[in-house]
């Protein structure tokens, strides 16, 4: 579960899986079978990487990848930054996540927000880091849009900004992440960023609860208890 901001930006651990087919939707070999039926499949390159099969798995990534699958590339980058081929090369990964950001993997613009906020194969660069955070937020990515959020609320690899910070917590709270869900509330509780408003930072403390935030249910009694006193004083 997701604490407070200092714990909030995700780790490149938690990302670096290799993307199944549904997990990125129906990106599929566009090659023209027609001349080339023999050609790999990234169900057999995928196949090829879950028994254990690492070499065959580059070997088949980089025909995907040379083939302008965006899925090969990120695949193929992925094997690098894990030491999973024989010679690791963090620039090459890079390359490959950079280009299948261009053709529209939003996962692989997350993933290079991760490479340059760990520092893959150089030192960490937030404010790259950010960038592309932001590229992905902006596509609907929601790890992205809480690590948006942290670097505002922080002022890492940005200039502090509670606005903004309420504007991506937000958005990742409405699309489930209870902790951008806690975090919104605080903000609505406080007047940080936002204008303060009870009603709201109970509607999405609430939230956090059901979505099984340990000190959500304590913050909703006490803003109960504080609307409470108020409706009392009218």
């Known amino acids: 579960m997701r604490r407070p901001p200092s714990v909030l ?19 599929t070999v566009q090659a023209a079978t027609a001349t080339a039926p023999a050609a790999i499949t990234l169900d057999q390159a995928l196949a090829s990487y879950e028994r254990g ?12 990848s040379k083939r302008g699958l965006p899925l090969g590339d990120y ?24 280009r ?3 053709r529209g993997l939003v996962r692989a613009a997350l993933s290079l ?13 937030l404010v790259q880091a950010q960038a592309w955070y932001l590229k992905a937020a902006e596509q609907g990515s929601v790890d992205a849009q809480v690590a948006v959020a942290t670097a505002f609320y922080l002022g890492r690899g940005a ?4 606005p903004l910070a309420a504007q991506w917590y937000r958005e990742a709270a409405k699309a489930g992440d209870v902790g951008a869900q806690y975090l919104i509330a605080s903000m609505y509780e406080r007047g940080l960023g936002v204008e ?9 403390y609430d939230a956090a609860a059901r979505n099984g935030d340990d000190a959500a249910p304590f913050k909703l009694k006490a803003i109960d208890a504080e609307l409470a006193a108020s409706a009392g004083t009218i």
């Open 100 to 102: 299948a950001a261009e």
């Open 53 to 64: 099969d690492l070499r065959a798995a580059e070997r088949q990534f980089q025909q995907l």
């Open 159 to 162: 200039e502090k900004d509670f």
């Open 113 to 125: 927000g991760e490479f340059h906020e760990q520092g893959i194969g150089g030192k960490p660069d």
């Open 196 to 204: 303060k408003d009870l009603r709201l930072a109970r509607y999405w």
């Open 75 to 98: 695949n193929l980058a992925m094997m690098n930054i894990r030491g999973e081929v024989p010679k690791p090369d963090a620039r090459l990964a890079k390359r490959l996540l950079e």
């Open 9 to 27: 930006v995700p780790s490149l651990a938690l990302s670096l899986a290799l993307v199944l087919p549904l997990a990125t939707g129906p990106l």
